[in-house]
């Protein structure tokens, strides 16, 4: 026995060794010296506490290529999964399960788009952010060809190809996809319309109400871009997608005149579907002429979000409507036309090959028409509305993306004018470019091209194709977008809502949020005029939503409350209920629940479970609520499937009871027991985290959070039946920085800066991301080296 412990020690010993050495092969290394093709000199990196790389060169090419580098050593496999869903390749990589994605992806046309972007950007010529991405691309490469490729590879048995200017393309195309809300919200508002009528849709919150808040637009006369009015002739399957999807945000900018300091105040936080690693990837560049702290996308040289020593930019999602579906009408005597009026027009095709793990490529034919590709075939919800081709008219795919150009002169812009420039160069997706800067401006640009649609036509319902009057018209101006330039007000900020009236007087249809994130933020900084980094944590921590207590007593009122003296308690609870969602209280609990069984009740009956469950995911749920419940003509209320006519309180107090029912056997008798942090989950996904054991190895864990439907602290997650909330998205990061002490800005993000799971600096801000605190963003040179413990150079 003595004998056989020994051999079982030696074997346990030697698997602990091999473990050991695995992990030490697989970690990245921040110090030390390599060589790296194609730099013209030294390039110095220095990892702060958190793994931000302080990137330190004697040029513009050097900075980049190393960035380049640096960026795939930390985030090789997400930059892999991005460039897969954006060039329509995942089945390629991942296997037949990921088919139909892709064919969904190539028959909207990113991949065809991505490439046309790509030519388009070639044509240019030699300019400077080609100069720049073609040193990011060449330092990517490097890497692929020489370092250390993360585990995922070895997991899969594949190997990376080499990274191109196309798969940048590509990568910004899936970032649009994501902002795009029309493919999920459109079909369904279709569905509604027709089979249930306008009385129904009268009690949802298709397009803006009037007690929705609507961010105020500021006009000034000093800032012009030429940019003139011209004419132009799923639920389901994206679970399945490997990288989070781009959902909302919050960003405010206050004025000197607001501050503690005098100078402005910028706060961001971008809105994004949990993952691991996170979405940004933070990097500091210095070369003579430039200092930049940026926030990157994998595979994307230039921050979408970041701050020199003198401007910072921003952004949050503009929501606006620049996604419309044509029905289609056959010609009789032709069935590869449509007609349009008495004139027909082609439908076209073209074949499309998508190579696929393990098995035969599959060919198979994208079909369009002059409004786009028809989208039958990819979406099902559009193929039991109607057997008429259907297209998917999309801004994003009408034109080559600018996008580039547009994210290298926002980076490097020393005025606020040249981000304006940059800002009307994005067509889409709709972006809302948030600014301040040293001088004391502060700005917001709706960053799209916004359709002119005729007055007929309903941006969410299907237009009919074959009528002549419901086609585009053109486009307005960047100069009629939605802005505002150093209001009297004293700060500007976007929320996901709806904007006011454009300059001529157009309310722009969009997929907005209500704006009670937008309201909080406006009453609390119109509040005080000392605001400073560290009282401005407070707003952005908030987890208080004010409509939401607002609801809860109207269920209250609608019951009879004898019917429950049991609960009478939790009822007052409720009732007194602020809207705060801290972790130890219970009305959260009981709200999220009842609010749910209510709609269900309400909805399922007219939408099926499946259409119910698409309703729950779309915007509309959270800006229809208030209006759905005291709605006095809602429709919505009565059962269809009996014959009595069931009333709002017979549907709110049946709801009731069920929840009531359930959150006992959920969480026992006592309902003081009943607290939030129960009932919620929170997990950053890995795409190999599907899959288990890996997602003991690959997902990120942390402790319960004040998970909430819409406050500015948005921890979101979908209503549900089980009554365990599982927290999907939240801020990707959360940027505070004072003008008065550029070099003293703080964020944080939800894991870490690494995507190597080996890397020390995989999840090492999660703590600090759920407890409410910040870190700094380093920029003083002196500050970096003295405290940097790694120092990685980089030699020619």
Do not use: C
């Amino acid at each position: 026995m003595k004998k056989l412990s020994s051999v079982f020690g030696a074997l346990l010993f030697l698997v602990v060794l091999g473990i050991l050495g695995f992990i030490s092969w697989q970690s990245p290394s921040y110090k030390g010296e390599i060589n790296l093709s194609g730099l013209e000199n030294e390039v110095e990196i220095y990892f702060d506490t958190y793994g931000v790389p302080h990137i330190y060169a004697q040029n513009e090419a050097d900075a980049y290529r190393a960035l380049g580098y640096v960026h795939a050593k930390e985030r090789l496999f997400q930059l892999e999964m991005m460039r897969r869903v954006g060039s329509g390749t995942l089945a390629e990589f991942l296997g037949p399960d990921l088919l139909e994605i892709d064919q969904f992806f190539h028959t909207l046309g990113i991949p065809k788009h991505a490439k046309e972007s790509t030519e388009a950007f070639l044509a240019q010529g030699d300019t400077q952010w080609k100069s720049a991405a073609d040193a990011y691309v060449a330092g990517v490469n490097e890497f692929i060809e020489k370092g250390q490729l993360p585990v995922e590879y070895l997991l899969l048995g594949e190997k990376p190809r080499v990274y191109t200017l196309e798969d940048m393309h590509s990568i910004l195309g899936y970032m649009s996809f994501t902002f795009a809300m029309g493919l999920k919200t459109d079909p369904l508002v279709t569905k509604m319309a027709r089979e249930l009528g306008p009385d129904y849709l009268a009690s949802l919150s298709v397009q803006t109400l009037p007690e929705h808040h609507v961010i105020p637009n500021h006009y000034p006369d000093s800032l012009k871009t030429e940019n003139l009015l011209v004419t132009s002739e799923l639920t389901a399957l994206l679970e399945k997608l490997p990288v989070p999807l781009l959902e909302g945000s919050n960003a405010w900018v206050i004025s000197g005149s607001r501050t503690k300091s005098g100078q402005v105040l910028f706060n961001n936080d971008t809105h994004i579907g949990f993952s691991s690693p996170s979405v940004w990837f933070e990097a500091h560049l210095e070369y003579p002429g430039f200092s930049f702290y940026g926030n990157h996308l994998a595979g994307i040289p230039f921050g979408l979000v970041g701050h020199s020593r003198h401007h910072s930019v921003g952004l949050t999602m503009f929501e606006n409507d620049d996604q419309d579906f044509f029905e289609e009408k056959l010609n009789p005597s032709n069935p590869n036309e449509i007609l349009i009026g008495e004139q027909a027009f082609p439908i076209t095709s073209r074949k499309e090959i998508i190579q696929v793990k393990d098995q035969e490529p599959v060919e198979f034919e994208v079909r369009e028409t002059v409004h786009g590709p028809i989208m039958n075939p990819v979406v099902k919800e559009i193929a039991a509305l109607t057997q008429n081709p259907v297209s998917s008219w999309w801004i994003y795919i009408l034109e080559p993306s600018k996008a580039m150009e547009a994210l290298y002169q926002i980076n490097h812009a020393e005025t606020m004018q040249q981000v304006a420039d940059a800002a009307a160069l994005i067509h889409a997706p709709g972006l809302n470019i948030m600014y301040g800067d040293k001088a004391g401006n502060i700005a917001w640009w709706a960053a799209a091209k916004l359709p002119i649609r005729a007055e007929k036509v309903h941006s969410k319902i299907f237009a009919d194709g074959s009528d002549p009057d419901s086609q585009p018209k053109g486009w307005y101006p960047f100069t009629e977008n939605p802005q505002s330039i150093n209001p009297a007000s004293g700060f500007v900020a976007s929320a996901n809502n709806q904007p006011d009236t454009t300059r001529s007087g157009i309310f722009f249809p969009g997929y907005y949020y209500p704006g009670e994130r937008w309201n909080r933020i406006a009453k609390t900084i119109t509040s005080r005029e000392d605001w400073d980094l560290e009282s401005i944590q407070d707003l952005q921590l908030e987890s208080l939503n004010e409509l939401a207590p607002q609801n809860a007593k109207f269920l209250i009122s609608q019951i009879d409350q004898r019917q429950f003296d049991g609960n009478s308690e939790l009822l007052d609870d409720l009732a007194n209920w602020d809207g705060k969602h801290q972790v130890n209280l219970s009305p959260p609990t009981l709200y999220y629940k009842w609010l749910y069984h209510t709609l269900r009740l309400a909805m399922e009956d007219e939408l099926g479970n499946e259409g119910f469950e698409a309703y729950l995911q779309t915007f509309m749920m959270i800006r229809s609520t208030r209006h759905f419940l005291t709605h006095e003509e809602n429709r919505w209320w009565d059962n269809r499937s009996t014959d009595p006519l069931e009333s709002r309180s017979e549907i709110i107090s049946e709801a009731l009871k069920i929840s009531l029912e359930e959150l006992t056997k959920q969480f026992g008798n006592n309902s003081k027991d009943w607290e939030w942090e129960k009932a919620v989950t929170i997990e950053h996904p890995h795409p190999l985290g599907a899959q288990k054991p890996l997602d003991k190895l690959f997902n990120v864990r942390t402790e319960a959070v004040e998970a909430n439907e819409e406050a500015v602290n948005k921890l979101a997650f979908k209503l549900n039946g089980e009554g365990i909330y599982k927290v999907t998205s939240g801020p990707a990061m959360r940027i505070i920085l004072d003008f008065a002490d550029v070099e003293g800005s703080v964020s944080v993000l939800p894991t870490g800066n690494s995507g190597n799971r080996f890397s020390k600096h995989y999840a090492d801000q999660k703590e600090l991301y759920v407890n409410g605190k910040y870190r700094p963003q380093l920029m003083n040179e002196e500050t970096i080296k003295e405290k940097s413990k790694n120092k990685l150079v980089l030699l020619p």
